[in-house]
Structures are given as structure tokens and as C-alpha cells.
């Protein structure tokens, strides 16, 4: 089953995408004793929700608006917009490849997914001791730029498929821009559902 599962996906990289969101940025070209708001609509005049520092880093747009002017964020628990003229695109999120760390979850039940770049997986469903696992493959699917797959092993195998469309967390109005199905495999099969995070 995990060889046809891997069958499927392939590691070949195409040119890079920089249109492609998730991704992570950095604040620029703000003040020091300024901040940048982070707006409940994409607009100037719209509802102040948060803000970012203008220290700010590793700061994970989910979306661009129609003209691409402004970035949907997280803010707390709810999702807000920011101008993305004081924003800059750290390299190596340019889409091509899903990059790693990968912060995955869910809620009813709980339970918490870390994909690190060392290839070492966390499981941790809170009812259970965390399972501490190896990242065996992962990969970009052969006809789809927007899905990944991988499988991680240990005391058990997971295999999982990450999908560039927005998901929510079914207990906030924040709004991620990864959504996950994560299977178990052996003797029984369980499934669940949840959401990514670039950080």
C-alpha cells in the first residue's frame, strides 16, 4: 500500500512559482516606533484587528487579494489583511517545493502534526504518549503543482496529503492555507483531517 501510495508523487522540481501561497514573508520599510496594521477588510479605512512589529519575520500570508495589494494573515484568533507594499517573500517559499517546517492540527479530537526539516516527525494526539517518527518520503504529485504527499515511519506509518486550499481549524475565524488528510496504516486504518502552518 505505500509503495502505490508513493507510486504517485514525484520529487522532480519545476520552474518556481512565486505567485504560489502559503508562503512566508518578512516586514519591511516600517518604522521603528511604527507598526504595520493588519486590517479586518483589504482597506485602509477598514477595522484595525492586530498589527505586526517592524521587526517582524517569518510572517505567513495565506492569500493575495484580487489586485494582489494585500496579504491575508493570522492575527490571534481571527484572519486579517496587510499591505503587502511593507512585505517581502523570504526565499525558498517560492512554491515549487512545499518547504519544511510544516506545523499540522485539528481539533475534536486534538492532535498536533510536526514535519521538521531534519526529517523528524511528531505525532501527538494528546490521549497517547507522542510518537517521535522518520519522514521516509516526500513528494510533489505527478499531475498536481498544488498536492504533496509523504509517509513517516516508526512504531507506526503515517501517510499524509497536503493540498494548497483553505482550511479552517472549526474553532477560531483564522484561516490557513494548507489542508491535511492524515492516515494511519495497520491492522486498522484511521483517518483525520486538519490543517498546515509554514511555521
Known amino acids: 500500500m505505500i509503495r502505490a501510495f508513493l507510486i ?42 492586530g498589527e505586526l512589529l517592524p521587526t517582524d519575520k517569518m510572517v505567513e500570508v495565506i ?23 511593507f512585505l517581502v517573500r523570504r526565499e525558498g517559499t517560492e512554491g515549487a517545493v512545499l518547504p519544511l517546517p510544516l506545523s499540522c492540527f485539528a481539533t475534536e479530537p486534538f492532535w498536533t502534526l510536526d514535519l521538521k526539516p531534519d526529517n523528524e516527525v511528531h505525532f501527538d494526539r494528546f490521549t497517547d504518549p ?40 472549526g474553532m477560531s475565524d483564522r484561516i490557513y492555507g494548507l489542508d491535511l488528510q492524515l492516515m494511519q496504516l495497520g491492522s486498522e486504518i484511521h483517518l483525520w483531517s486538519g490543517c498546515c502552518s509554514l511555521k
Open 8 to 49: 504517485v508523487l514525484t520529487l522532480t522540481a519545476t520552474a518556481a512559482r512565486a505567485d504560489v501561497f502559503p508562503a512566508l514573508y518578512d516586514v519591511i520599510g516600517v518604522a521603528a516606533d511604527d507598526v504595520l496594521n493588519i486590517r479586518a477588510a483589504p482597506d485602509a479605512g477598514s477595522e484595525k484587528v
Open 63 to 85: 492569500a493575495l487579494n484580487a489586485r494582489g495589494t494585500w496579504g491575508q494573515v493570522n492575527s490571534a484568533e481571527r484572519s486579517g489583511w496587510v499591505s503587502m507594499k
Open 130 to 169: 507522542m510518537l517521535a517518527l522518520t519522514l521516509f518520503q516526500f513528494g510533489r504529485s505527478a499531475n498536481r503543482s498544488d498536492v504533496f504527499g509523504f509517509v513517516a515511519q516508526g512504531s507506526v506509518t503515517l501517510s499524509g496529503t497536503v493540498r494548497r486550499a483553505t482550511c479552517n481549524d
